[in-house]
Protein backbone atom coordinates (compact mmCIF):
# COMPACT_ATOMS: atom_id res chain seq x y z
CA UNK A 1 0.00 0.00 0.00
CA UNK A 2 1.46 2.90 -1.31
CA UNK A 3 2.34 5.73 2.11
CA UNK A 4 0.24 8.41 1.34
CA UNK A 5 -2.81 5.87 2.44
CA UNK A 6 -1.25 5.16 5.46
CA UNK A 7 -0.24 8.89 6.45
CA UNK A 8 -4.32 10.49 5.57
CA UNK A 9 -5.46 8.54 8.25
CA UNK A 10 -6.74 10.63 10.47
CA UNK A 11 -5.15 9.83 14.26
CA UNK A 12 -6.70 10.41 17.32
CA UNK A 13 -5.58 13.69 19.45
CA UNK A 14 -4.26 12.76 22.68
CA UNK A 15 -4.96 14.76 25.68
CA UNK A 16 -1.67 16.74 25.38
CA UNK A 17 -2.60 18.12 22.00
CA UNK A 18 -6.02 19.76 23.65
CA UNK A 19 -4.94 22.94 23.53
CA UNK A 20 -3.85 22.83 20.02
CA UNK A 21 -6.82 21.45 18.28
CA UNK A 22 -8.60 23.10 15.63
CA UNK A 23 -11.99 24.14 16.20
CA UNK A 24 -14.33 25.99 13.35
CA UNK A 25 -17.60 26.85 14.09
CA UNK A 26 -17.53 25.28 17.34
CA UNK A 27 -20.50 27.51 19.30
CA UNK A 28 -23.23 25.87 16.66
CA UNK A 29 -21.94 22.31 17.03
CA UNK A 30 -22.42 22.60 20.95
CA UNK A 31 -25.59 24.03 20.32
CA UNK A 32 -27.00 20.57 18.74
CA UNK A 33 -27.86 18.30 21.72
CA UNK A 34 -26.06 15.81 19.60
CA UNK A 35 -22.77 17.22 20.98
CA UNK A 36 -23.99 16.00 24.29
CA UNK A 37 -20.45 14.40 25.36
CA UNK A 38 -18.26 16.74 23.41
CA UNK A 39 -20.04 19.68 25.54
CA UNK A 40 -18.96 17.88 28.40
CA UNK A 41 -15.55 17.82 27.30
CA UNK A 42 -15.05 21.05 26.74
CA UNK A 43 -16.57 22.27 30.13
CA UNK A 44 -14.48 20.16 32.01
CA UNK A 45 -11.26 21.05 29.31
CA UNK A 46 -12.53 24.85 30.71
CA UNK A 47 -12.16 24.03 34.07
CA UNK A 48 -8.32 22.79 33.71
CA UNK A 49 -8.00 25.95 31.63
CA UNK A 50 -9.23 28.33 34.21
CA UNK A 51 -7.30 26.53 36.72
CA UNK A 52 -4.26 26.62 35.38
CA UNK A 53 -5.05 30.15 33.99
CA UNK A 54 -5.87 31.79 37.86
CA UNK A 55 -3.44 29.29 39.66
CA UNK A 56 -6.56 27.41 41.10
CA UNK A 57 -5.79 24.15 43.12
CA UNK A 58 -8.28 21.12 41.13
CA UNK A 59 -9.04 20.12 44.84
CA UNK A 60 -11.12 23.48 45.03
CA UNK A 61 -14.08 22.96 46.44
CA UNK A 62 -16.22 25.27 43.53
CA UNK A 63 -14.17 23.35 40.79
CA UNK A 64 -15.11 19.95 42.02
CA UNK A 65 -18.59 20.68 42.59
CA UNK A 66 -18.22 21.62 38.97
CA UNK A 67 -16.80 18.81 37.37
CA UNK A 68 -19.52 16.61 39.66
CA UNK A 69 -22.15 18.34 38.09
CA UNK A 70 -21.00 17.65 34.69
CA UNK A 71 -20.65 13.71 35.42
CA UNK A 72 -24.55 13.82 36.93
CA UNK A 73 -27.20 13.68 34.38
CA UNK A 74 -28.06 17.27 34.24
CA UNK A 75 -29.96 18.78 31.59
CA UNK A 76 -28.18 19.62 28.33
CA UNK A 77 -29.54 22.98 29.01
CA UNK A 78 -27.60 23.08 32.17
CA UNK A 79 -24.14 22.19 30.54
CA UNK A 80 -24.66 24.66 28.34
CA UNK A 81 -25.03 27.14 30.81
CA UNK A 82 -21.52 25.82 32.17
CA UNK A 83 -19.99 25.95 29.20
CA UNK A 84 -21.25 29.23 28.31
CA UNK A 85 -20.27 30.59 31.89
CA UNK A 86 -16.91 28.96 31.49
CA UNK A 87 -16.10 30.65 28.18
CA UNK A 88 -16.51 34.13 29.44
CA UNK A 89 -13.31 33.16 31.89
CA UNK A 90 -11.46 30.86 29.74
CA UNK A 91 -9.15 32.55 27.52
CA UNK A 92 -7.66 29.34 26.28
CA UNK A 93 -10.55 28.13 24.63
CA UNK A 94 -11.01 31.51 23.71
CA UNK A 95 -7.72 31.94 21.65
CA UNK A 96 -8.44 28.37 20.24
CA UNK A 97 -11.48 29.21 19.13
CA UNK A 98 -10.15 32.53 17.46
CA UNK A 99 -7.51 30.68 15.80
CA UNK A 100 -9.46 28.21 13.97
CA UNK A 101 -11.78 30.99 11.97
CA UNK A 102 -11.67 33.26 9.35
CA UNK A 103 -11.57 36.37 9.54
CA UNK A 104 -15.67 37.21 9.23
CA UNK A 105 -16.52 34.77 11.84
CA UNK A 106 -13.45 36.21 14.05
CA UNK A 107 -15.46 39.43 14.10
CA UNK A 108 -18.22 37.57 15.15
CA UNK A 109 -16.98 35.40 17.93
CA UNK A 110 -15.37 38.75 19.25
CA UNK A 111 -18.77 40.29 19.34
CA UNK A 112 -20.66 37.82 20.63
CA UNK A 113 -17.06 37.54 23.66
CA UNK A 114 -18.20 41.05 24.17
CA UNK A 115 -21.84 40.28 24.89
CA UNK A 116 -21.25 37.31 27.10
CA UNK A 117 -18.92 39.44 29.32
CA UNK A 118 -20.81 42.44 29.51
CA UNK A 119 -24.33 41.54 29.53
CA UNK A 120 -25.32 37.90 29.32
CA UNK A 121 -23.17 36.78 32.37
CA UNK A 122 -23.13 40.00 34.22
CA UNK A 123 -27.37 39.91 34.07
CA UNK A 124 -27.52 35.69 35.01
CA UNK A 125 -25.15 36.21 38.07
CA UNK A 126 -26.94 39.32 39.53
CA UNK A 127 -30.88 38.79 38.66
CA UNK A 128 -32.31 36.36 40.73
CA UNK A 129 -35.24 35.74 38.34
CA UNK A 130 -32.87 34.52 35.59
CA UNK A 131 -32.83 31.33 35.14
CA UNK A 132 -30.92 28.85 32.94
CA UNK A 133 -32.81 28.42 30.59
CA UNK A 134 -33.09 32.39 30.10
CA UNK A 135 -29.38 32.59 30.09
CA UNK A 136 -28.94 29.80 27.49
CA UNK A 137 -31.48 31.49 25.19
CA UNK A 138 -29.54 34.85 25.37
CA UNK A 139 -26.59 33.46 24.43
CA UNK A 140 -28.04 31.45 21.39
CA UNK A 141 -29.80 34.60 20.41
CA UNK A 142 -26.47 36.50 21.05
CA UNK A 143 -24.36 34.03 18.90
CA UNK A 144 -27.46 34.41 16.40
CA UNK A 145 -27.21 38.71 15.87
CA UNK A 146 -23.36 38.71 16.36
Given at each position: ?????????????????????????????????????????????SMKNICVLY?????????????????????????LCIFFVCLNIDM???????????????????????????????????????????????????????
Open positions: MPTTCHKAKKQKLDHNEWNREHLPHLIPRLLMPVNRKYLQEFCEQEIPPENSTVRAVIQVLSEQVSFTDITTKERMMSSETEAQQLKLTNFFMNLRRNLVSTFMSKSGCTACMFVAGCQDAWSVA
